[in-house]
């Protein structure tokens, strides 16, 4: 298809009917229960009513409840609740799959859903605006795009729009708002040139359909769950191949491995690389879930200790800790000045214990020296704590917080037997970030802690005695980690918005 043929689609996409919009409102992200002054009350979620005796009756404005209908989690709004003018509660992007049943094209259209109540009103207003176009054959991808015009009436100029237009550039949708968007309507895609990209609920982005066209057989990868593999490692993949261990350029073993979770391609093409005597696959899993990416401090540790990246690889694995728990180690013995000739220094036989006694010295010299350099952190963190605010978050029984001073991060470190308090300065001065996560039942109460770095990843998150089991701590439940994934993914949104915030100051 020529773009001149494209442009011929501008005005001539499949219409939006009225069980898509439906579609279109249940993204939105927070759902209402309107209850009116008789006990009626309307549901957002399901569009349905409910009378006295089907809610409950107790729950306040704004607090959160059930809908007894569709059992989705809905916030109460009561009708003598004076709005302000027009207040937008929530809003949502996403993109409808469409076909024409006439060819194998995939029309896909991109909206803005905005709920907002406006003053004396109690029933909210859903307004659904198109932003974005595309469209796809079975080798091609054409983008449009709003065209606008400036139209004079009584001496003003109005911003008006015209109609649709292609687009030069094919990208990403974008959002007023730059949140990221979903998908609706999948079944349009059955009969259509993508109907097998192997795009799902749980995955899939305009960028990905456009890779898969160029890439059929990726989609043998994504059932396999690896599109993340995919995405970063694009030049490594074999794409003359079908089948996916060879298309990595691995054995059916470490496929397997990989599909099981044991291991990332990502993390067993770099950790085969960084460990080439290494030659087992199980001892290489062993190491990468030991190391991971932390090659600069395996490297840091091999200068300090004076040895080579084997001998440290074979201690940690044998005491079963993280590399970063044994440079914490070493960092606070060399803040002693402690004699690494002394392999017993390097090597305790017990590191877990003597980090904890190594813990110790250095909070009781913390304590002697925190009462001078306390006014100056003190400054540096109130300056840092406006811009850090964006990082607090929420999630059903969880909450993380930043913490209020540097006494309350010692203070963590001492009530979960770890070390966040040697991270208190480097927190206060920017290098590093400290988060706490608590359960909203228990607020005040340390629970985990988190090391988030500048570049918004989670470096690690730690209970009680670093939830070494051996130790005396506890081993990290499941919740906590979905928890982490969670805050991970906000991170990553917020690493995004200013990635595309700097972008634009340099097109500028």
Known sequence: MTRKE?????????????????????????????????????????????????????????????????????????????????????????????????????????????????????MPHIAINEVQRYLFTANQAFRYGLKYAWESKNGYYTKVVTGWGLRAKFSEPVFLNYSDYSFVNFPALKGTACAHSAISENFGSISYLKFWQAHKNVEALIKCGLYSSVKYNEDMIDWAETEPHK?????????????????????????????????????????????????????????????????????????????????DYVRIMQSFEADFSDRQICFPKNLKAAHDRAEAMRQARELEEKAKKNAKLAEQLNTLKIKRKILEFSIGDYFIRQPVSTDEIVAEGQKLSHCVGGYAERHATGKLTIMFLRRKSAPDEPYYTME?????????????????????????????????????????????????????????
């Open 452 to 508: 988030v770095s500048n570049d918004y990843k989670i470096v690690q998150c730690r209970g009680y005695k670093n939830n070494w089991v051996t130790n005396g701590g506890q081993e990290k439940p499941q919740e906590i980690i979905n928890v982490e994934k969670m805050y991970q993914q906000y991170l990553d949104s917020i690493a995004a918005k200013k990635s595309k915030t700097k972008s634009r100051r340099k097109t500028a």
């Open 6 to 122: 494209a442009e011929s689609y501008t005005d001539n996409f499949p219409p939006l009917k009225a069980e898509l919009e439906r579609e279109l409102r249940k993204t939105l992200p927070i759902k209402y229960l309107i209850i009116d002054n008789d006990g009626t009350a309307y549901c957002t979620a399901c569009e349905e009513k409910l009378y006295p005796g089907e809610y409950d009756s107790s729950i306040k404005h704004r607090q959160t409840t059930v809908c007894s209908h569709c059992g989705e989690t809905v916030t109460a709004i009561y009708n003598y609740h004076n709005f302000h003018g027009s207040v937008v509660e929530c809003k949502s992007n996403a993109g409808v799959f469409l076909s024409d049943g006439k060819t194998d094209n995939l029309y896909i259209r991109f909206y803005t859903v905005t709920l907002l109540f406006n003053a004396r009103e109690i």
């Open 247 to 327: 298309m990595l350029g691995v054995t059916k073993d470490v496929m397997r491995a990989i599909r099981k979770g044991q291991i990332g391609y990502r993390d067993y093409l770099r950790i085969k690389e960084e460990f080439p005597k290494i030659t087992t696959l199980d001892r290489l899993i062993e190491t990468n879930k030991h190391i991971g990416y932390s090659f600069g401090i395996l490297d840091s540790l091999k200068r300090k200790l004076k040895t080579d990246k084997y001998e440290i690889a074979k201690y940690i694995l044998k005491q079963n800790v993280n590399i970063n728990d044994y440079s």
